[in-house]
């Protein structure tokens, strides 16, 4: 059974900085592209960031550039997502995705087959 666990969400000032984390089980986790996406409410999922493997450039959302880092540690099955100079336009629940590495379509919901139940990410003005 594959699981997705997120952790490491909570209430931060504007400014200021939060890292994910999501640890994978079930799964081979080398054979998996890790993703993070996004869904504030009343909005639809977002694409956040992406990573193939450790050796593989991040891809990372627009709205995201220069500001958050995603890395894998395949020793550990787990990812993390450095999110710095967070704003209010970043709060929003936030998901952890795995999809087959052989998809090419890593920006859209729907090639990630596996996901975690999300953590919570709220920035305060």
């Known amino acids: 059974q594959v699981q997705l666990v997120e952790s490491g969400g909570g209430l931060v000032q504007a400014g200021g900085s939060l890292r994910l984390s999501c640890a994978a089980s079930?799964?081979?986790?080398?054979?998996?592209?890790m993703g993070w996406f996004r869904q504030a409410p009343g909005k639809e999922r977002e694409f956040v960031a992406a990573?193939?493997?450790?050796?593989?450039?991040?891809y990372y959302g627009d709205s995201v550039k220069g500001r958050f880092t995603f890395s894998r540690d395949n020793a550990k099955n787990t990812v993390y997502l450095q999110m710095n100079s967070l704003g209010p336009e970043d709060t929003a629940v936030y998901y952890c995705a795995a999809a087959p590495v052989n998809r090419n379509t890593i920006y859209y919901t729907r090639s990630y087959d596996y996901w975690g139940q999300g953590t919570q990410v709220t920035v305060s003005s």
């Open positions: 990573i193939v493997s450790t050796s593989s450039m991040p």
């Open positions: 079930g799964l081979t986790f080398t054979s998996y592209i």
